[in-house]
Nanobody
């Protein structure tokens, strides 16, 4: 089983930016993505990227503000978050899994990193 470790979370004011990183312990041969869970809410899909990095998909709430990318040579996936809003506050999780872009479900998960956006 591949281990995923997120980094880059923190606190930022509304309108600011953060870049999350996720490093895998080995090569990932399928889609990767980011999910988030706010207090009292269910975990939701944020964005995903295909193995070759050609296809991406995003939740409507983050389209135009967040960008997902990956570097397979570094076994890593990234989430650039711009124009952050207080409602983006959540624990963000990195995930990997076959068909993630289609099912919006992962099989391997990181431990999560907190993102807090203040107004």
């Amino acid at each position: 089983q591949v281990q995923l470790v997120e980094s880059g979370g923190g606190s930022v004011q509304a309108g600011g930016s953060l870049r999350l990183s996720c490093a895998a312990s080995g090569r990932i041969f399928y889609s990767m993505g980011w999910f988030r869970q706010a207090p009292g809410k269910e975990r939701e899909f944020v964005g995903g990227i295909s193995l070759a990095g050609i296809r991406t998909d995003y939740a409507d709430s983050v389209k135009g503000r967040f960008t997902i990318s990956r570097d397979n040579a570094k076994n890593s996936v990234y989430l650039q978050m711009n124009s952050l809003k207080p409602e983006d506050t959540a624990v963000y999780y990195c995930a990997a899994g076959p068909g993630l872009l289609t099912t919006q479900k992962g099989t391997d998960w990181g431990q999560g990193t907190q993102v807090t956006v203040s107004s």
